[in-house]
């Protein structure tokens, strides 16, 4: 799977602003899933969840990977060709670009929800009062900075991350979940009072 997929045509900028489309490929960057497990999850008919993969597929979103017969049916795994996807530049002045990093950023939040609802009681416990010690990290700030700052703000934290990702050779490690969303607002909402 490739890191990073540039969105080349209008066709494909169009498939992906669709709201459920965004939302299943957050599933498919995660792992295979057959068109029936997506209903499943989603609550929604399989009639509607393969039309919008058949659409996906067909815009090189997603791709078939594996094939399992069970019970004399033939289950299809897809999965999507990229953890990310983004818009080339020659799409970037329309609309449907907009819509379609909204999507995925309110996409990113719910999958961030559902793991924060499914995680372990000790995900959440604490030894100390001290914040600096917990295995764990929840954040939000509003700041007023310069474009620049923020651009060398994002691009350390890509750092950081690619870091972390790299680790070390401890037997003892854990998973944890990390995401980040940050976006420009009009006006701050929290206050210093």
């Not at 939000?140 to 900075?145: A, G, H, P, S, Y």
């Not at 700052?149 to 070390?168: A, D």
Request: charged share 30%; proline share 2%.
């Amino acid at each position: 799977m490739e890191s990073i997929k540039f969105i080349q045509t209008y066709e494909q900028l169009k498939a992906i602003s669709d709201p459920l489309r965004t939302k299943l490929l957050m599933f498919l960057v995660e792992k295979p899933y057959t068109c029936h497990q997506l209903a499943e999850e989603l609550s929604l008919t399989r009639a509607k969840i393969l039309y919008h993969l058949r659409e996906l597929e067909k815009q090189e979103f997603i791709q078939l990977v594996k094939k399992v017969e069970q019970g004399g049916n033939l289950l299809k795994y897809y999965r999507a060709t990229a953890r990310g996807f983004i818009p080339a530049d020659h799409l970037l002045n329309f609309m449907e670009t907009q819509e379609a990093t909204r999507q995925s950023y309110l996409e990113v939040l719910n999958r961030a929800k559902s793991r924060v609802i499914t995680a372990p009681n000790s995900s959440f416990e604490h030894n100390s009062s001290d914040v600096e010690e917990w295995d764990s990290l929840s954040l939000q700030r509003e700041v007023l900075v310069s474009m620049k700052k923020f651009l060398e703000f994002t691009k350390k934290y890509r750092e950081l991350v690619n870091e972390l990702i790299i680790g070390e050779d401890i037997e003892e490690r854990n998973n944890y979940y990390v995401m980040i969303t940050a976006f420009k607002i009009d006006e701050s909402i929290f206050s210093d009072e």
